[in-house]
């Protein structure tokens, strides 16, 4: 204990002297935190509509108005020509198409109802499900303004640009987001991309450290000494494991009183949860660092491993959406728990009983990662 | 009194080259015993076995009463290493280093206080014990890693070319710190180039691709080649048979 004592305080002397790592450790992460949190989005702001308004009555112009107020869409041509509509389409020069057809009014106020017909360029089917569930919000709620009970949109989604507009499907659109109502992409992905900022900066730290003193030659040094390998292994992870739970920490401030995402759950669970899963995260880094023999090595070793595990956290792409294999890797994956466990406290509120499964994986994969970590660290060349 | 170091045809190989080729030697205690060799002769191999760094590939070596592969750990504890590489804390300042070793090899908070202003003193460093390391001259940094090899109070130290790159007073300097280490009954293996060096050495043995060409003290080696100086002695070795004669020459 007394070793590790020691070992641990020579490791804070070296971080807290590295200018650079400290600006790697606190500084980068958050300046991507918050970079990141406003760029990367699903969310759709002022969408091209190519408006064909043949009622030409106050009912339709309002259908219209609320459309563009809501700063989703922008009118940014109109005609009374379908076949003008698809050409601006096909032609890239609009996303959506509104068609509110004749008679719209007139059958509003005889019937309580009445379609409109909103046609997405769905090349991008991210954008395009979002555009789609924009206006049926807007409607909607212009529907309810009107105190009509509903105002079904008579919708239909181009599956490509040169299919022409025929044939179309009448999609009832009823929706209602859970725990994250307004659809706020940042409360979607602040959490996330916290959780890899931090995963990089930590991986890629722990990764440079052990290798950086066999370049050095100091590695010897230290195995020439009765030092055993879990201690030494524990000085390597102990420091910057509490640095990095700091960074969390810190993002998590950030992300919370700057960027607005809600904290619903437990604090104590997502510490809990930050702090088994940097074991593993870390042990991964350290693992890299004593398979390495330069720095170089382990730089390209830790992108590949992170490139791999960052796509295939769930982050960017549904896990469910992934085929049966996939799904089966990512239980392995540490990010993809975290990232689960951190949107299901956040958003959900979450408590650590909906939680066991992700706790139980990430503590198997930190002992695991960890074990790995200690036996592959040799004092001695074979 | 037991040896400190007893090897018997050690070995090590890297895929088919033969680094060190079944190499037989004792070391008393309490003997300061040079381990020369041309570049390349397999010392730094046989040197990293015997402090644990390096597996062998066959034979057997105790050093401090244990065997060195079997028991490395409580080898750890009776050896001191200073590498040929400077592998002190560039970042850390004189005082930590010492005390980072200290705590290390387990002294408590009063002996490391205590060896730390010895050590400071002795080397005459008593103003730089809080500059980083790396700001130190190389003559110092080597004496401090001497130091610091030793802060354990060590039954053997390995220093493998303690003194390259340094100027001749600060190497005897060196010197009179390594006849102090072995007063204070450590035993020193130590190797070198500089043939002046190997004379202060209580005994020598001489690599020459593997295997030890000689061993013995400086005057029975003189002795028994014939030869005014070890500096000699060493060119003659070293050289690949088929060349002795072109070496005689004064070549």
């Known amino acids: ?382 | 009194m037991s040896n400190a170091i007893e090897v018997q045809e050690l070995t090590r190989k890297f895929g088919s080259f033969t680094a060190v080729n079944a190499i037989t030697f004792t070391v008393g205690s309490g003997e300061v015993f040079g381990f020369l060799g041309a570049n390349g002769a397999g010392k730094t191999t046989a040197i990293r076995m015997l402090t644990g760094l390096l597996a062998p590939t066959s034979g057997e070596a105790q050093v401090a009463g244990f065997d060195v592969f079997t028991q490395a750990e409580e080898v750890k504890r009776k050896i001191g290493y200073m590498s040929q590489r400077f592998s002190l804390y560039g970042d850390l300042t004189v005082r930590e280093n010492i005390a980072l070793y200290g705590g290390i090899y387990g002294l408590d908070d009063g002996e490391i206080r205590e060896r730390s202003e010895a050590m400071l003193g002795h080397l005459g460093l008593r103003d730089s014990g809080d500059d980083l390391v790396a700001s130190l001259p190389l003559g110092w940094k080597q004496k401090l890693a001497f130091s610091v090899a030793l802060v354990h109070q060590p039954a053997v130290v390995f220093l493998d070319e303690p003194t390259g790159g340094v100027d001749p007073v600060t190497r005897r300097q060196f010197w009179e710190m390594i006849y102090a280490a072995a007063a204070d009954g450590t035993t020193v293996f130590v190797t070198t180039h500089y043939m002046d060096e190997a004379e202060y050495c209580d005994r020598v043995s001489i690599m020459v691709d593997g295997r030890i060409g000689a061993m013995g003290t400086p005057a029975e080696l003189k002795a028994e080649f014939k030869v005014g100086t070890l500096d000699e002695l060493f060119v003659r070795l070293a050289r690949p048979a088929g060349n002795a004669t072109v070496a005689g020459g004064g070549g």
């Open chain 1, 1 to 382: 204990m007394r070793t590790l004592r020691f070992l641990i305080h020579k490791e804070f002397l070296q971080i807290f002297r590295d200018r650079m790592l400290l600006g790697m450790l606190f500084i980068m992460p958050l300046a991507q935190l918050l970079l990141l949190a406003n760029a990367a989005t699903f969310e759709v702001r002022s969408a091209r509509m190519y408006v064909v308004d043949q009622d030409g009555s106050p009912a339709s112009r309002g259908v219209v108005d609320r459309l563009t107020a809501s700063g989703r869409f922008i009118n940014s041509a109109s005609s009374a020509s379908i076949a003008l509509a698809n050409e601006a389409m096909l032609g890239g020069a609009t996303d959506v198409i509104l068609v509110v057809p004749r008679h719209f009014e007139r059958d509003l106020v005889r019937d309580q109802h009445a379609p409109v017909q909103f046609i997405v360029n769905a090349e991008d089917g991210g954008a395009a499900g979002v555009m789609q569930s924009y206006a049926s919000r807007i409607l909607a709620g212009y529907a309810a303004e009107l105190s009509i009970k509903e105002l079904p949109g008579n919708m239909m989604i181009t599956g490509a640009p040169d299919v022409p507009v025929a044939g179309r499907a009448t999609i009832d659109v009823r929706r209602r987001g859970w725990y994250n109502p307004d659809l706020d992409y940042a409360d979607y992905m602040v959490p996330g991309i916290l959780v890899i900022v931090v995963t990089v900066v930590g991986t890629l730290l722990t990764a440079m450290n052990i290798v950086r003193e066999k370049e050095a030659g100091t590695l010897d040094q230290l195995n020439v000494t009765p030092i055993k390998r879990s201690t030494f292994i524990a000085a390597k992870l102990i420091p910057l494991w509490s640095l990095a739970l700091l960074d969390f920490a810190l993002g998590l401030l950030l992300a919370y009183f700057v960027l607005g995402v809600p904290i619903r759950g437990s604090l104590l669970v997502v510490f809990l949860g930050g702090a088994i899963y940097l074991v593993g995260a870390l042990g991964i880094g350290l693992w890299i660092s004593s398979i390495s023999e330069t720095q170089q090595q382990a730089m390209f070793v830790s992108f590949s491993i992170l490139m791999t595990y960052l796509l295939m956290s769930g982050l960017f792409t549904p896990l469910r959406a992934m085929p049966e294999w996939a799904q089966w890797l990512a239980e392995a994956n540490p990010l993809a728990h975290f990232t689960n466990l951190m949107r299901a406290v956040l958003l959900k509120g979450a408590g650590l009983r909906d939680l066991m499964h992700q706790f139980v994986m990430l503590t198997v994969i930190g002992l695991v990662v960890l074990t790995l970590a200690v036996r592959q660290y040799s004092k001695r060349t074979e």
